[in-house]
């Protein structure tokens, strides 16, 4: 019985696979992380199996985003964040990649299709133009990954997620402050 319970599980993740787009990672990690919890009895976890596959994806284009400003910025300051961010990003997703080995999560291991569309929009700019689009990009994905971090660290159900959302918390309001800070001196220059 166990064996056949295992067996349909890896059938249906190969059918899951192969049935959705491959540039579609987060949706793919979160159903097999759904599939899993559920199959080990535990049910609603698909609120925090979403979190930990979008973090990542963010995370993720973060570095690579950062690594792209790092080579093509024009500004100084613009790649001082750069650094900033790769570094705090990577450290993020080593962090995140633990939890989810602790707590069975699946994560993604390439970019989510909607960050895999915003790194080819801003990495096929040059110049200030870059500069610009990163900086707003990165404006635009602060608010984003603080609101949702404060939902998880607040709602989550799994207790390692909700510590490391809120461990989070502080480093992604202070880069907040400071794209925001960069953004309005690019606007003002």
């Known amino acids: 019985m166990r064996r056949s319970l295992l067996t349909g599980l890896v059938a249906t993740a190969l059918l899951l696979t192969t049935a959705c787009s491959s540039d579609d990672s987060i949706k793919l990690a979160v159903d097999q992380s759904v599939q899993e919890f559920e199959a080990a009895g535990v049910q609603g976890m698909r609120n925090d199996a979403l ?77 200030i133009a870059f500069d610009i689009a990163y900086i707003n990009r990165l404006v635009e994905q602060r608010n984003e990954l603080v609101e949702r971090y404060e939902d998880i660290a607040e709602h989550g159900q799994v207790m390692e997620l909700k510590q490391f959302a809120s461990k989070q918390l502080p480093l992604l309001r202070r880069h907040q402050q400071l794209v925001e800070e960069l953004e309005e001196k690019i606007d003002n220059a």
Request: charged share 15%; aromatic share 4%; net charge negative.
């Open 51 to 127: 979190f930990a596959a979008e973090a990542a994806s963010a995370s993720m284009l973060e570095v690579q985003l950062g690594e792209a400003a790092l080579a093509t910025a024009v500004s100084p300051e613009v790649k001082d964040l750069a650094q900033e961010m790769v570094q705090a990003n990577q450290q993020m997703l080593n962090e995140l990649q633990q939890v989810a080995s602790q707590s069975n999560f699946v994560l993604p291991s390439t970019l989510g299709a909607r960050h895999h569309e915003i790194y080819q929009e801003i990495t096929a700019k040059s110049g």
